[in-house]
T-cell receptor
Framework: DAGITQSPRHKVTETGTPVTLRCHQT?????MYWYRQDPGHGLRLIHY???????DKGEVSDGYSVSRSKTEDFLLTLESATSSQTSVYFC????????????FGPGTRLTVT | GQQVMQIPQYQHVQEGEDFTTYCNSS?????IQWYKQRPGGHPVFLIQ?????EVKKQKRLTFQFGEAKKNSSLHITATQTTDVGTYFC????????????FGQGTRLTINP
């Protein structure tokens, strides 16, 4: 397995609170991605990064922000969590962008009550 | 909007039966990837197809990329219980953007 970890692995939080999820890689891959997975929707891209301080939006970016100050870390922040953001969040990394394999982290299960 | 559609959403088979999932894109793809996710796990890359009409095999799995590069299929011959999981296709729908769009996935369950 590629060296990619996510923290926390599980989190329960209340509506309106800020939440930050962390993705950490040891592979020195250029590209990093945040997805959310919900039943019936597959994997939907939230934000991605193509380098330090370089990020772009995905298809479901509203309510989320990201930061990448180091190659190895990609943070996903929910500014004010809502129940609709209850989901499983996966981080993925890639050395070749869309022209090669994406390696996924173990996922974070987030519940917003 | 631009989409990747995958059918069926669910498939239940008897062990030993064949299984096929289909993926269709609204636009021509430069490449298509397939991933497998075991229950409770994370998606794992299976293969990438790049050429029009390409066919690749991995043991009992056969992957095809359509001539127009807008559709793809994954066929599993003689399913085994280890094939249980959800299979996703994914493709880069936007030229120049380094992001994939995933299909909704096909969840395969198997009766032993």
């Amino acid at each position: 397995d590629a060296g990619i970890t996510q923290s926390p692995r599980h989190k329960v939080t209340e509506t309106g609170t800020p939440v930050t999820l962390r993705c950490h890689q040891t592979e020195n891959h250029r590209y990093m991605y945040w997805y959310r997975q919900d039943p019936g929707h597959g994997l939907r891209l939230i934000h991605y990064s193509y380098g330090v301080k370089d990020t772009d939006k995905g298809e479901v970016s509203d309510g989320y922000s990201v930061s990448r100050s180091k190659t190895e870390d990609f943070l996903l922040t929910l500014e004010s969590a809502t129940s609709s953001q209850t989901s499983v969040y996966f981080c993925a990394i890639s050395d070749t962008g869309v022209f090669g394999e994406q390696y996924f982290g173990p996922g974070t299960r987030l519940t917003v009550t | 909007g631009q989409q990747v559609m995958q059918i069926p959403q669910y498939q239940h088979v008897q062990e030993g039966e064949d299984f096929t999932t289909y993926c269709n894109s609204s636009t021509t793809l430069s490449n298509i990837q397939w991933y497998k996710q075991r229950p409770g796990g994370h998606p794992v890359f299976l293969i990438q197809l790049v050429k029009s009409g390409e066919v690749k095999k991995q043991k009992r799995l056969t992957f095809q990329f359509g001539e127009a590069k807008k559709n793809s299929s994954l066929h599993i011959t003689a399913t085994q219980t280890t094939d249980v999981g959800t299979y996703f296709c994914a493709g880069p729908l936007i030229q120049g953007a380094q992001k994939l769009v995933f299909g909704q996935g096909t969840r395969l369950t198997i009766n032993p």
